[in-house]
C-alpha cells in the first residue's frame, strides 16, 4: 500500500512539470465470470470505482471499463449524451478492447477499420483520410472541435493515451465549425482513476519492432478527490521499406480534482515526437513513359539516405465542468496545441523508361513549419420540462486562433538525373540548401456560436433541431500568394428518430454544409468556400442494453464549388480547379455482443461519386469498402480469446492526364483486394496476459493510394506479439 501511494505521489508530481492536463477514459474491463452471466447482464469486475460522465440520466462510460466493441452512449454528434441508437448520424466507435486486440498502435491503423473510412498514405509521413468520398478535415478531442484541421494529416497519432475513437459520418457542422460532409473524428483521452491501476506492456514485431508502454493511474487521498495518470510510450523499428526507420517517443499526463460535489478541474498535457529516417517525400512512380504500369519490389524506396521528417506535437489542456442540479452542467474547456516539423527532404519527379528505368531526377530541399493553435469552448447541457416532458438542450460558444509559420530551402542541383530506382542505395550528396528559399505565413481564426435542442413531443419520437453560426477569417501570405478570405455562415442542423418498434429506430437528419478553403486557381486567387448540404437516413436497432448496435443508412452529399487538383505551376506549386461534386451510396455498420463469448465489429459502404454532368470525380476514393473483426471467448479455454479482421476494398483508378509516348491517355488501376488479420488474446493468471498478431497472412501487394500520380507499396506478411502486466 506504501509503494502503490509513493508511485501515485510521483505521479502527481511529474504530471505538472509536463504542463496542464485533462482526460477522458479509465481501466480496461476484463471480467473472467463474464461468460457464465445471461447476455444483457455482464458487468465489469474492474474493483476501481470510475469516473463517469452524467448529463441528465444518461451516462457516458469510458470503454475501458465495459470490455465490448461498441459504446453504450456517446456525444459526439451534439453534445447530448444519447446511445448510437438515439443519435440521428452514422457513429462508429473504435474502443479500447478493439485497439488493444489488433495491436492497433496509431490511429491511421485504427480509423482503417472504421466503417465507411479509407486511409490514404501518400507517403510514409503523410496520410489522408476519406469517407462519403470526401477528405476528412473535421477532428476533435474529448468532443472540442479543431478548426484548423486539414485533410492532411503528418505523422501518425500514437493510440496508447485515448479510451476511443469515434467516427461521425456526415457533416458535422454543429460542433466543428466547419460542415465537411466526409466525416469527423473524435479522439478521447483516458481519464485518471480514483483507485489504483497500473500496467507495463512491451511488444516485439517484424523489422526489429520494440514498443514499451508504461500506464499508471489513481489517487493517493483514500477520497479519491484528487486524482492522476501517466502513460509513457517509447518505440523504435526499422521496416519494409529500404533504409526507413522510426523512432517514437509519447507522454501523456492528467490531474483531476473534485472541487466540491459539483465542480471537477481536470488539467492535461500530451507530447509525441516522431522521428523517421529516409522518409519519402513522394512516392513511386506509378507507370513507365509507355504508359504501362511500372512493377518494383515493394522494399522501393525514393528516399535518399540522408532525409527524414520529424513531427512534435504537444498539447497542452484545461477542463473545468460544474453540475447544475441533477440535469445541468456547464464546461468550460481551454486547448493550446503546437505542431512542429522538421525535415531534409528528398522528392524523386519524372516518368522512367521501362526498359533502363532511368528518367528520374532529383528535388532535394529542407522544411521547417510551425503551427501553433489556441481553442476555448464554454458549453451548457442539460435537460428540461415542458409539456409534462423531459427534452434536452446544448449550446455554447467556440473561439480559437491559429498562427502558421513555414520556410522551404532548395538546393542548386535540383533536376539531376538518378539511377533506376531498383538497385538504388539511396546515396546521393546531401547538397547544401542555400539556393533560395520559399516562406509562409498567415493566420486563422474562427468563432463560433451553436446550439441543439433534443424536442420529445412524443414517447418514441424525437425532433433535433439546431444551428452553427461561424466567423473564419485568415492573414497573410502562403509562398507569396496572398492568404486572405472572410466569411461568415449559418450552418443549421435538424434531425428525426421515430422508435418504431422495441428495438428498432428510424432516423432523417439534414445539415449545411460551408468549409473556407485556402487552395489556389490558375490565377493563384484563393478559391471560395464550399456549400452544399447532407442528407442521410435510415434504421437503426440495439439489443442487451445496447450491448449490440447495428444501423443501415442510406445518404447523399452535395457539395459546390469544391477544390479538385487540376495541375502545377511552373514554381511546382499546385493549383485547382472548382466541381460540384456529389456522392449517394448506403453503409451498414454493426459492433458489440452477439453471444456471451462472440463480438462483432463490422460495416460496409456502397456508393457513387459524380460531378454535375453524372460523371465520376475522385475516382482514387474506393466506391464500395467492407471490414469486418469478430473475437470469439473460446468455451472449453476460458482464458483464450481468439480473432480475426478482414478489410476489403473495391477498384480504384486515376487518370494521370498525360500521354504515353504511343499517345495514348495514361490510366493507373488497381483492381480489389483483401487484407486478413488473424490475433488470439491469452490470460497467463491473474496479472499477465499475452497478445500475439499476425497481419496481411496472405501478403497480398498493393498500392497504399492513388490520391497522387505517385504511390508506395503496402506492409506484407508481418507479426507482432506483445506481454502485458497489470500490478
Known amino acids: 500500500m506504501t509503494m502503490r501511494v509513493a508511485l501515485l505521489a510521483s505521479t502527481l508530481l511529474i504530471v505538472p512539470v509536463c504542463g496542464f492536463f485533462p482526460a477522458s477514459a479509465q481501466d480496461i474491463l476484463k471480467n473472467k465470470d463474464d461468460k457464465d452471466k445471461p447476455l444483457g447482464k455482464m458487468q465489469s469486475s474492474n474493483k476501481t470505482t470510475e469516473h463517469v460522465e452524467v448529463v441528465g440520466k444518461r451516462s457516458i462510460q469510458p470503454s475501458e471499463q465495459n470490455g465490448l466493441l461498441t459504446v453504450q452512449a456517446t456525444a459526439v454528434a451534439t453534445h447530448l449524451p444519447l446511445t448510437l441508437r438515439e443519435t440521428p448520424q452514422s457513429v462508429t466507435v473504435i474502443t479500447r478492447r478493439f485497439l488493444d486486440d489488433f495491436t492497433l498502435q496509431n490511429a491511421n491503423d485504427a480509423l482503417s477499420h472504421a466503417t465507411g473510412i479509407t486511409v490514404q498514405r501518400v507517403e510514409t509521413e503523410r496520410t489522408y483520410v476519406s469517407a462519403r468520398g470526401f477528405d476528412v478535415s473535421n477532428y476533435q478531442y474529448d468532443g472540442i472541435g479543431l478548426p484548423f484541421a486539414q485533410g492532411t494529416q503528418t505523422g501518425a497519432i500514437d493510440t496508447a493515451v485515448y479510451d476511443s475513437v469515434a467516427v461521425l459520418r456526415g457533416a458535422n457542422g454543429l460542433l466543428s465549425s466547419t460542415g465537411n460532409p466526409a466525416a469527423t473524428v473524435d479522439y478521447t483521452r483516458k481519464r485518471a482513476t480514483r483507485n489504483f491501476q497500473a500496467s507495463v506492456e512491451g511488444t516485439v514485431g517484424s523489422w526489429n519492432k520494440r514498443r514499451v508502454v508504461g500506464d499508471i493511474s489513481g489517487s493517493p487521498l483514500a477520497s479519491g478527490r484528487l486524482r492522476g495518470r501517466l502513460v509513457a510510450?517509447?518505440?523504435?523499428?526499422?521496416?519494409?521499406?529500404?533504409?526507413?526507420?522510426?523512432?517514437?517517443?509519447?507522454?501523456?499526463?492528467?490531474?483531476?480534482?473534485?472541487?466540491?460535489?459539483?465542480?471537477?478541474?481536470?488539467?492535461?498535457?500530451?507530447?509525441?515526437?516522431?522521428?523517421?529516417?529516409?522518409?519519402?517525400?513522394?512516392?513511386?512512380?506509378?507507370?513507365?513513359?509507355?504508359?504501362?504500369?511500372?512493377?518494383?519490389?515493394?522494399?522501393?524506396?525514393?528516399?535518399?539516405?540522408?532525409?527524414?521528417?520529424?513531427?512534435?506535437?504537444?498539447?497542452?489542456?484545461?477542463?473545468?465542468?460544474?453540475?447544475?442540479?441533477?440535469?445541468?452542467?456547464?464546461?468550460?474547456?481551454?486547448?493550446?496545441?503546437?505542431?512542429?516539423?522538421?525535415?531534409?527532404?528528398?522528392?524523386?519527379?519524372?516518368?522512367?523508361?521501362?526498359?533502363?528505368?532511368?528518367?528520374?531526377?532529383?528535388?532535394?530541399?529542407?522544411?521547417?513549419?510551425?503551427?501553433?493553435?489556441?481553442?476555448?469552448?464554454?458549453?451548457?447541457?442539460?435537460?428540461?420540462?415542458?409539456?409534462?416532458?423531459?427534452?434536452?438542450?446544448?449550446?455554447?460558444?467556440?473561439?480559437?486562433?491559429?498562427?502558421?509559420?513555414?520556410?522551404?530551402?532548395?538546393?542548386?542541383?535540383?533536376?539531376?538525373?538518378?539511377?533506376?530506382?531498383?538497385?538504388?542505395?539511396?546515396?546521393?550528396?546531401?547538397?547544401?540548401?542555400?539556393?533560395?528559399?520559399?516562406?509562409?505565413?498567415?493566420?486563422?481564426?474562427?468563432?463560433?456560436?451553436?446550439?441543439?435542442?433534443?424536442?420529445?413531443?412524443?414517447?418514441?419520437?424525437?425532433?433535433?433541431?439546431?444551428?452553427?453560426?461561424?466567423?473564419?477569417?485568415?492573414?497573410?501570405?502562403?509562398?507569396?500568394?496572398?492568404?486572405?478570405?472572410?466569411?461568415?455562415?449559418?450552418?443549421?442542423?435538424?434531425?428525426?428518430?421515430?422508435?418504431?418498434?422495441?428495438?428498432?429506430?428510424?432516423?432523417?437528419?439534414?445539415?449545411?454544409?460551408?468549409?473556407?478553403?485556402?487552395?489556389?486557381?490558375?490565377?493563384?486567387?484563393?478559391?471560395?468556400?464550399?456549400?452544399?448540404?447532407?442528407?442521410?437516413?435510415?434504421?437503426?436497432?440495439?439489443?442487451?442494453?445496447?450491448?449490440?448496435?447495428?444501423?443501415?443508412?442510406?445518404?447523399?452529399?452535395?457539395?459546390?464549388?469544391?477544390?479538385?487538383?487540376?495541375?502545377?505551376?511552373?514554381?511546382?506549386?499546385?493549383?485547382?480547379?472548382?466541381?460540384?461534386?456529389?456522392?449517394?451510396?448506403?453503409?451498414?455498420?454493426?459492433?458489440?455482443?452477439?453471444?456471451?463469448?462472440?463480438?462483432?465489429?463490422?460495416?460496409?459502404?456502397?456508393?457513387?461519386i459524380y460531378d454535375e454532368n453524372g460523371d465520376p470525380v475522385r475516382t482514387y476514393v474506393p466506391r464500395q469498402t467492407l471490414h469486418g473483426a469478430i473475437t470469439w471467448q473460446v468455451p472449453y479455454v476460458p482464458h483464450l480469446r481468439v480473432g480475426t479482421n478482414i478489410t476489403w476494398q473495391g477498384r480504384i483508378w486515376r487518370d494521370q492526364g498525360v500521354l504515353s509516348t504511343s499517345g495514348n491517355e495514361i490510366v493507373t488501376r488497381q483492381h480489389s483486394y483483401a487484407l486478413v488479420d488473424l490475433m488470439a488474446h491469452y490470460d497467463l493468471g491473474r496479472h499477465w496476459q499475452f497478445t500475439g498478431n499476425l497481419n496481411n497472412v496472405s501478403s497480398h501487394k498493393y498500392l497504399t493510394s492513388l490520391y497522387w500520380d505517385q504511390s508506395y507499396y503496402g506492409a506484407p506478411f508481418s507479426g507482432s506479439f506483445t506481454l502485458r502486466h497489470q500490478f
Open 233 to 608: 510510450v517509447y518505440e523504435n523499428g526499422d521496416s519494409y521499406l529500404a533504409r526507413y526507420s522510426q523512432e517514437k517517443t509519447v507522454v501523456y499526463g492528467t490531474i483531476e480534482g473534485d472541487l466540491d460535489a459539483y465542480t471537477t478541474v481536470r488539467l492535461g498535457y500530451t507530447w509525441q515526437q516522431n522521428n523517421p529516417n529516409s522518409s519519402m517525400w513522394g512516392a513511386l512512380p506509378l507507370y513507365y513513359t509507355d504508359g504501362s504500369p511500372t512493377r518494383y519490389s515493394r522494399s522501393t524506396s525514393t528516399a535518399s539516405d540522408w532525409s527524414y521528417m520529424n513531427n512534435r506535437d504537444s498539447q497542452m489542456f484545461a477542463d473545468i465542468s460544474r453540475r447544475i442540479g441533477s440535469d445541468w452542467s456547464v464546461r468550460l474547456y481551454a486547448f493550446h496545441r503546437v505542431m512542429q516539423t522538421d525535415g531534409n527532404l528528398f522528392y524523386a519527379y519524372g516518368t522512367p523508361d521501362r526498359e533502363t528505368g532511368l528518367g528520374l531526377y532529383s528535388y532535394p530541399s529542407r522544411y521547417t513549419g510551425s503551427e501553433s493553435q489556441w481553442i476555448g469552448d464554454l458549453s451548457t447541457t442539460g435537460a428540461f420540462r415542458l409539456g409534462g416532458r423531459m427534452h434536452q438542450l446544448a449550446f455554447g460558444v467556440n473561439a480559437a486562433s491559429s498562427r502558421t509559420r513555414q520556410l522551404s530551402n532548395y538546393s542548386a542541383d535540383i533536376g539531376t538525373a538518378l539511377p533506376a530506382l531498383e538497385g538504388w542505395s539511396g546515396n546521393y550528396p546531401q547538397p547544401p540548401f542555400t539556393a533560395y528559399d520559399e516562406t509562409a505565413g498567415f493566420t486563422q481564426t474562427r468563432e463560433s456560436l451553436y446550439g441543439v435542442l433534443r424536442l420529445n413531443p412524443f414517447r418514441n419520437a424525437h425532433l433535433f433541431g439546431g444551428v452553427n453560426l461561424t466567423h473564419a477569417e485568415s492573414n497573410g501570405a502562403s509562398y507569396g500568394v496572398a492568404s486572405n478570405y472572410s466569411a461568415t455562415r449559418p450552418s443549421p442542423y435538424a434531425g428525426f428518430t421515430y422508435d418504431f418498434l422495441k428495438h428498432y429506430t428510424f432516423y432523417v437528419s439534414y445539415s449545411k454544409i460551408f468549409n473556407p478553403q485556402s487552395e489556389l486557381d490558375a490565377s493563384r486567387k484563393i478559391l471560395g468556400p464550399v456549400n452544399g448540404d447532407n442528407l442521410e437516413g435510415g434504421v437503426k436497432a440495439a439489443w442487451f442494453d445496447n450491448r449490440l448496435n447495428v444501423s443501415l443508412t442510406g445518404f447523399h452529399v452535395h457539395q459546390n464549388h469544391l477544390a479538385d487538383f487540376a495541375g502545377y505551376f511552373s514554381d511546382g506549386q499546385s493549383y485547382y480547379r472548382t466541381i460540384n461534386a456529389q456522392s449517394a451510396g448506403v453503409e451498414f455498420d454493426i459492433s458489440g455482443q452477439l453471444t456471451r463469448s462472440l463480438q462483432i465489429m463490422a460495416g460496409g459502404t456502397l456508393m457513387k
